[in-house]
């Protein structure tokens, strides 16, 4: 299986959160959902994307490769770009 290899940051003139929408992509496609009525808000901190159920880490493992700037919590159930400070997580 090929994993997809995720840039650690947006490419240049697209959002912040243009290098994680494959994620978000997958985590839709395998069953989460949009925990709102829009995929990526904004808010002091930067841009977010939550979602209704839990994240799939295993998934994401075998499916990309993370650079050491895009980091998951398991526990707190989120996953932060470093660079950008883009956020994805549940709300569960």
């Not at 994401?60 to 526990?75: C, K, M």
Request: aromatic share 10%.
């Amino acid at each position: 299986m090929t994993k997809t290899v995720l840039l650690d940051d947006a490419p240049l003139g697209k959002p912040l959160y243009a290098h994680l929408e494959s994620v978000v992509d997958y985590l839709l496609s395998t069953g989460n959902r949009l925990a709102h009525n829009f995929r990526w808000g904004s808010n002091r901190d930067g841009y977010f994307c939550h979602l209704a159920l839990p994240i799939d880490f295993d998934g994401l493992e075998r499916n990309f490769i993370f650079p050491p700037t895009i980091v998951f919590s398991r526990v707190r159930n989120i996953i932060q770009c470093e660079k950008t400070g883009c956020v994805i997580k549940s709300r569960q």
